[in-house]
Structures are given as structure tokens and as C-alpha cells.
């Protein structure tokens, strides 16, 4: 198992949903990483519009992740 993997902690909702937890993962010091996010094609900008987004952190700090994370989506769910 290396440091360097990355695992997916979260499933958001759309693009918006993964940048903005992954904003806040990173404000935590965990490194994160939204697959797709570096694409600017014309695909690339759709996909971004639709569909499910996954967010991924390294492996070594999935468990750290995953608690705040949960945090997140209940803090979420309460304001809504």
C-alpha cells in the first residue's frame, strides 16, 4: 500500500458539490484530488455539468477523511 494512492471518500452530487468538499478537505490538510477536473474540452465541461463527481484523497488519510467528511454531509443535510 503506498502513501501516494489515491481512494475515493465521497461521491458529491455534481462537480460543484466535489470542488467545494474538496476545498474543504484541503483547508483540513488533506490532499485531495476531483477526477476530471483538469479536463477543458468540450467534454470535459459537460461532464463537469452532469452527473456524479467523486472526490479522492490519499490513502494514508482516508480514515481522517472519512470523519470529516461525514461531518460535512450532516452539517449539509441539517441546512437543508
Same mark, same amino acid.
Not at 12 to 34: H, K
Not at 40 to 69: C, H, N, P, W, Y
Given at each position: 500500500?503506498?502513501?501516494?494512492? =489515491?481512494?475515493?471518500?465521497?461521491?458529491?452530487?455534481? =462537480?460543484?458539490?466535489?470542488?467545494?468538499?474538496?476545498? =474543504?478537505?484541503?483547508?483540513?490538510?488533506?490532499?485531495?484530488?476531483?477526477?476530471?477536473?483538469?479536463?477543458?474540452? #468540450? =467534454?470535459?465541461?459537460?461532464?463537469?455539468?452532469?452527473?456524479?463527481?467523486?472526490?479522492?484523497?490519499? #490513502?494514508?488519510?482516508?480514515?481522517?477523511?472519512?470523519?470529516?467528511?461525514?461531518?460535512?454531509?450532516?452539517?449539509?443535510?441539517?441546512?437543508?
Amino acid at each position: 500500500m503506498s502513501d501516494l494512492n =489515491f481512494v475515493v471518500v465521497h461521491v458529491a452530487s455534481g =462537480f460543484q458539490e466535489a470542488q467545494i468538499l474538496a476545498g =474543504f478537505l484541503e483547508s483540513e490538510g488533506i490532499a485531495t484530488r476531483v477526477p476530471g477536473s483538469g479536463l477543458s474540452d #468540450e =467534454f470535459g465541461m459537460s461532464q463537469k455539468l452532469t452527473g456524479m463527481a467523486d472526490v479522492a484523497v490519499m #490513502e494514508r488519510d482516508l480514515e481522517k477523511a472519512k470523519d470529516i467528511v461525514a461531518a460535512w454531509v450532516e452539517r449539509a443535510d441539517r441546512e437543508s
